[in-house]
């Protein structure tokens, strides 16, 4: 709580009171700690991909290293670093228009089954790479009225996510079914699941905030900026629809996701 008073004179200037202001700022003060974070986070996340650029191209520069392939090691991580950088300011830009709203949706009626489609046939050789199958259940004939390129963004944050969190050998499903059908507000629940490494209990709270990774280090290793699950959610509930995570250590995850299927009015 914040306290002010201030004294009140009448137009003569002779003292009348005080008036006292008695403010809840928890709020205020939660949002600017969040934004000064995101801040040192973003510093902290840019600084690291420019720290290796930096370090492997001075060692190079200085001459002292003639092997050839150890050339072309070098100049492959400052390529990787360079384009983890290059995802990373896409990721944060992504991020600071949909917080904002500057999104405007594009709602139209979208064929989900294509939609998956076209998203999984993307994915394909990285799951292939890892020999994860892929099973896709999606009711025929089903639309849902969105912004087409939001959902496919959706829809590949969390499929990659599953890919990129699953062992060799392992499975990945996506299932969709129509809830309260006839009625009113018909919704549809989406499930992205996987047989991976799975999240801590302790994790699932804080899974979709910035930057927030179980092992930083895994994260990293497959290209991730950290950033996927927070713009997910953004998109989601900017369809006025919810997304939760259910998962156990060594079993595996599954997001559900939960989308009005006809474009709520305001
Ligand atoms: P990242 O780029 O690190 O994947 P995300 O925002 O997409 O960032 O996800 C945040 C974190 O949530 C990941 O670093 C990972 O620890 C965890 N995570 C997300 N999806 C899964 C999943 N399917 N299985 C296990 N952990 C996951």
Redesign the pocket.
């Known amino acids: 709580l914040q306290f002010d008073g201030v004294p009140m004179s009448e137009d003569s200037g002779s003292y009348r009171g005080m008036l006292f202001l008695l403010q809840d700022v928890t709020d205020i003060r939660r949002l600017e700690r969040m934004r000064s974070e995101f801040v040192a986070n973003v510093s902290h996340e840019l600084k690291t991909p420019i720290a290796a650029v930096k370090g492997f191209a001075e060692t190079l520069l200085s001459g002292g290293v003639k092997d050839t392939d150890t050339i072309r090691s070098f100049l492959q991580i400052i390529y990787d670093e360079s384009d983890r950088l290059n995802r990373l300011i896409g990721d944060i830009l992504e991020l600071s228009k949909i917080e904002s709203k500057r999104v405007p949706l594009e709602y139209a009626p979208i064929h989900l089954k294509e939609l998956l489609d076209s998203v999984t046939e993307v994915l394909l050789p990285a799951a292939n790479k890892k020999s994860i199958v892929l099973l896709q259940e999606i009711p025929e004939h089903l639309f849902i009225e969105g912004d087409e390129d939001r959902l496919r963004q959706i829809f590949m944050?969390?499929i990659s996510?599953?890919i990129?969190?699953?062992p060799e050998g392992g499975r990945v499903s996506i299932g969709a079914k129509v809830l309260h059908e006839g009625g009113e507000q018909e919704i549809i629940r989406f499930s992205?699941s996987?047989t991976?490494?799975?999240?801590p209990r302790k994790?699932l709270p804080r899974?979709?905030e910035r930057f927030?990774?179980?092992?930083?280090a895994?994260?990293?290793g497959?290209?991730?900026?950290?950033?996927?699950?927070?713009?997910?959610k953004h998109l989601v509930e900017l369809h006025r629809g919810a997304i939760r995570?259910e998962?156990r250590v060594g079993e595996?995850?599954s997001?559900i996701l939960d989308l009005p299927l006809m474009h709520p009015i305001d």
């Open positions: 944050n969390l996510n599953a990129n969190y699953t992205v996987d991976g490494i799975g999240i994790d899974i979709f927030y990774r179980v092992d930083k895994r994260s990293r497959s290209g991730g900026t950290g950033l996927g699950l927070s713009i997910v995570v998962s595996g995850t997001f």
